[in-house]
């Protein structure tokens, strides 16, 4: 089980950053707020840890630009009020990120990013190669151009898909409330704080409520459901106040503060067991000795020098088995190019595929960080 005492490990943080703790009642941006915050990351990040931002506000902030008094109604409306509002976010954060040295990327997503699987795994490579380079994602749904049916709809899931597809040690979810209450503490003052959630059971969701202000939008419910992907993902949910200062501070110290939701695996584990059973076969490559003893001592990712054979027919995104010389599977993982092409440049040098291929979108056929060793 994954509790408090395991998160000042956290290497890899995603920290969510809803509406009403980005904005004053007014619908203005609390600078000063998003000025500690950012302060915090980016001291965080200083530290070695990886940060991924998930920024709500683009409608609320583009409403009060355009002088909205209410939420739009109509899709265009909204549609043109996240278009003005992302940007002036984004300035924003990049001003005040960039006073500290770090470098920021806006990246928007949309369902098709996490549900189709060349999309997730897209995806995935660009903010895990983001966060190597030392860069902190700022990412939000790409509100302008998803269409209502095809949307996620909330960030509170959102925050979850990106923290399952990055394997965040934590998911950190800042909101105007300290974190879940027994009944909306709006409403009902008697309402007492619920420090842990090991299991959400129906009793759990039956307490959630709706948002609590016109600025918000999925309150308490969307938070429970994204800890439901969250710690089935194998990712520890936190839910707390964005107004404490060192929030995130005291959260990574293993402090008890706002709502821990307890995994009961971690994500390697669940990786794993998806990768090693879960997930469909579409094909394998056979690779040779200096390929195999790389993979299975040096931590190497799969190049195309390596491999001498494929069989099947595989997709960029699909899982492939990597097995040896003898026949004998040795590891699985997510394939970046395509049978075809994969036959195409099998033996090259990785500095042969563009010339090959004409493109070269991958240095690796696997890369070590979508391989489990079965070996
Ligand atoms: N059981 C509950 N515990 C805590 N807050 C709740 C509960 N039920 C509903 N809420 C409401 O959820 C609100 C937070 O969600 P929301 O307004 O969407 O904020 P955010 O912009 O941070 O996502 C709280 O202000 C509160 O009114
Ligand atoms: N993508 C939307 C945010 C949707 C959302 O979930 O808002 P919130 O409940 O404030 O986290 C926006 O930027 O306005």
């Known amino acids: 089980m994954l509790t408090r005492d395991t998160l000042s490990a956290a290497g ?8 009403s703790t980005l904005s004053h009642v007014t619908g203005k941006l609390n600078l000063l707020r998003i000025e500690k915050l950012v302060r915090e990351l980016s001291d965080l990040a200083n530290q070695g840890k990886e940060i991924i931002l998930v920024t709500s506000g683009a409608v609320g902030v583009g409403m009060d630009r355009l002088g909205l008094k209410e939420r739009p109604k109509t899709i265009p ?23 500290y040295g770090q470098i920021v990327a806006q990246v928007l997503l949309t369902r098709e990013d996490s549900v189709k699987r060349q999309r997730y795994v897209n995806s995935r490579n660009t903010l895990l190669t983001l966060l190597r380079m030392g860069v902190i994602p700022i990412i939000n749904e790409n509100d302008v151009v998803a269409i209502d049916e095809l949307k996620i709809g909330d960030n509170d899931t959102l925050s979850a898909m990106v923290a399952s597809i990055v394997e965040a040690d934590v998911l950190i979810i800042l909101s105007d409330v300290e ?17 842990e959630i090991s299991e959400i059971t129906p009793e759990i969701e039956a307490l959630a409520g709706g948002a609590g202000s016109i600025r918000g939008t999925g309150g308490m419910n969307t938070k429970i459901q994204a800890g439901k992907i969250a710690v089935n993902s194998g ?13 995130v501070k ?9 709502t821990v939701f307890l995994s009961k695996e971690n994500r390697l584990q669940i990786r794993k067991r998806w990768l090693a059973f879960g997930a469909r076969l579409h094909g394998s490559v056979k690779v040779d000795k200096g390929c ?33 010389l003898e026949g004998r599977e040795i590891a699985r993982g997510l394939a970046n190019y395509n049978s075809s092409d994969t036959r195409k440049i099998m033996g090259a040098h990785t500095n042969d595929i563009a010339g090959i291929l004409g493109h070269k979108s991958y240095d690796e056929v696997v890369h070590r960080d979508n391989m489990v060793l079965l070996a």
């Open 292 to 324: 195999e003893k790389a993979i299975l001592d040096g931590g190497s990712s799969l190049l195309a020098a390596g491999i001498i054979e494929v069989e099947g027919d595989f997709d960029h995104g699909n899982t492939v088995r990597i097995i040896t």
């Open 179 to 195: 974190g879940v209450y027994t009944d909306n503490p709006q409403n009902n003052s008697d309402a007492r704080l619920i420090p």
């Open 77 to 99: 409306e909204k549609q043109a009020a996240a278009a003005v509002g992302q940007g002036i976010l984004m300035h924003t954060y990049e001003k005040m990120f960039g006073e």
């Open 235 to 247: 990712v520890v949910m936190v839910i707390a106040s964005g107004s404490r200062d060192g929030v």
């Open 12 to 19: 890899r943080i995603v920290v969510k950053v809803g509406t």
């Open 250 to 258: 005291d959260i990574l110290a293993g402090e008890s503060v706002g």
